[in-house]
């Protein structure tokens, strides 16, 4: 049995030019899974809004922190890609949701394969990141016995890894820590609810057990951000970042949250983003700049952001170690 490995993303534009931003954007939005409106009304709300009037900000977002050939996040992605090869010695590609290299470039690269291991690099489950990456790849596996990693939000191996890369990187003056997840729009977790009745009908629904949690984000967030936050020698707060539009999306806003820790006379804060594996737009732009001015524009002094693990040598060491489960799975 000949096996390769998928190292999957979400993706990103092929250059910070308001052109390809401008496609990326049409791309990603265009996804049912991100925008869940009316295939009709989606588009020309994504097409013939959003992305023309987002594009140009955006340009010039990746623009700062495009300080690698293909951009930050498919920079990391691939480290990840070819560090994974060498201690599994499986064939490792890269492949993206949107943009390149694509999904079907990756399947094609493993041509000759007959199991293919596709391992999202995303700790915990929504729609718009698993779901619909895991459908794509389905549609593109034909002839080839395609096995998912699943969510590791919870898994102790990884909850010491994180914990310990903030723990190190935490300056010595650091007073507080903002654990920063990328937020979701309130119909998504409720749509992914299989009992359709558990998510968001009581405050503490996250820690009631059901069996809601296999797929509720914000469940999957609060309990990483619990386990971490109890390894932290400071005080820590929940927040959710990157909202898009007026819809009611998870709370309370990173932005709404950096805000009140300058009001409470909080001076050296620092923010992780434990939603995120690989530094990208939202960790290096939305937090290590837009979150840093705003913060000090307010009274702050200094706002520290925690890199993402990129590839740090335990967190290769922990995918290798679900790589070979999956394969030990399948022999």
């Known amino acids: 049995m000949k096996v390769g490995v998928i190292v999957a993303n979400l993706g990103s534009p092929a250059t ?15 996804d049912p899974y991100v925008v869940d409106l009316p295939t009709p009304l989606r588009q020309i709300l994504v097409r013939g809004i959003v992305a023309p009037l987002r594009s140009g900000n955006s340009s010039k977002a990746y623009e700062s922190i495009w300080q690698w050939d293909g951009g930050p996040l498919r920079k990391f992605t691939s ?10 010695q499986l064939r490792t590609v890269v492949g993206m949701r949107y943009g390149e290299p694509s999904l079907k470039s990756a ?26 990456l895991v459908h794509q790849a389905r549609s593109l596996a034909a002839n080839v016995n395609l096995t998912v990693v699943p969510p590791f939000y919870n898994h102790d191996r990884y909850v010491e890894i994180l914990s310990r890369q903030i723990v190190r990187e935490l300056h010595e003056d650091i007073e507080h820590v903002v654990l920063s997840f990328h937020s979701l729009p309130l119909r ?22 059901s069996q809601a949690h296999e797929t509720c984000y914000r469940h999957q967030c609060l309990w990483t951000a619990k386990a971490v936050g109890t390894r932290l020698r400071v005080p820590y707060s929940v927040a959710f970042q990157s909202r898009l539009g007026r819809l009611a999306w998870l709370e309370p806003s990173t932005a709404e949250t950096i ?41 702050g002094e200094k706002l520290q952001l925690i890199p993402c693990l990129n590839s740090e040598p335990d967190w290769i060491e922990f995918l290798s170690m679900l790589v070979r489960k999956q394969v030990e799975a399948g022999s």
Request: proline share 4%; hydrophobic share 35%.
């Open 16 to 30: 910070p030019s308001r052109r390809d931003v401008h496609k990326f954007l049409a791309d990603f939005l265009s």
């Open 79 to 88: 480290d990840i890609a070819n560090s994974l090869e060498r201690a599994t």
């Open 107 to 132: 399947f094609d690269a493993l041509t000759g394969c007959t199991k293919v291991i596709l391992l999202p690099i995303y700790p915990q489950h929504a729609d718009s990141t698993r779901t619909t």
């Open 188 to 209: 998504h977790i409720t749509k992914a609810d299989p009992t359709g009745k558990h998510c968001l009908t009581a405050i503490d629904c996250c820690e009631v057990e």
């Open 259 to 299: 805000a009140s820790m300058a009001k409470k006379g909080f001076r050296r804060i620092a923010v992780a983003c434990p939603a995120f594996t690989v530094d990208n737009l939202e960790t290096l732009e939305e937090i290590g700049i837009q979150a840093k001015q705003q913060f000090e524009s307010q009274g």
